[in-house]
């Protein structure tokens, strides 16, 4: 039988990435924003003012991406996916970096950082299987997990299976398979790519 091809996001999906991005722009606006507040997927409409787009700039901090946390049992349900035998592709979209310079010192790479945070954290998933892109649909495979509406939508809009990872920003969108987190998510992936094997 052929190996399901499981496509992953990673900010927000696989790792803890809003709460880390909010907690920046909190320390330096004085805000209490908080990740139930981010309703829509552009986060400056709910920033103070004095920063809106300048919320974009924290994606250029070096080692932002390197150190987020792993979502709470993202890394065992992947784990059993792997034991199962599907294919696990990390299709991530990545910010331009800083690049370094005579007057930049604080480079940063956020594709390299994302690259090294899964290596660090899910040895078992081969190098090789990274892609970034922001149009994830090109990418073949049998299902994909993302938080992002636009790109939920796109993917049912083309016929093709899409969990939802549920965030506040995509609770307005009508998603076909949706999961609150990642225990619901490996009951969803077991069913739709192994037509219901029972977790060992």
Not at 12 to 37: C, G, H, K, P
Request: hydrophobic share 40%; charged share 30%; proline share 4%.
């Amino acid at each position: 039988m052929r190996k399901p091809i499981i496509l992953l996001d990673m900010d927000d999906v696989m790792a803890n990435f809003s709460a880390e991005w909010i907690r920046l722009y909190n320390e330096e606006y004085s805000d209490s924003l908080t990740q139930n507040d981010l309703t829509e997927w552009d986060a400056s409409l709910f920033t103070k003012p004095e920063c809106g787009m300048k919320i974009y700039d924290y994606l250029r901090n070096p080692g932002l991406f390197r150190n987020l946390i792993v979502a709470d049992g993202c890394k065992d349900v992947l784990k059993d996916l792997t034991e199962l035998g599907a294919e696990l592709i990390i299709v991530t979209d990545s910010p331009q970096g800083c690049s370094f310079g005579q007057s930049d010192w604080r480079g940063s790479n956020p594709t390299d950082d994302k690259r090294a945070w899964l290596q660090e954290h899910f040895p078992f998933i081969p190098k090789e299987n990274f892609i970034v892109t922001s149009k994830k649909w090109l990418v073949q495979g049998d299902i994909l997990i993302d938080d992002k509406p636009s790109t939920i939508l796109k993917f049912q809009e083309l016929g093709r299976k899409v969990v939802a990872m549920s965030r506040p920003c995509n609770q307005k969108i009508d998603a076909q398979l949706r999961a609150d987190n990642w225990f619901v998510l490996h009951d969803i992936l077991i069913r739709e790519c192994f037509g219901g094997i029972v977790r060992n």
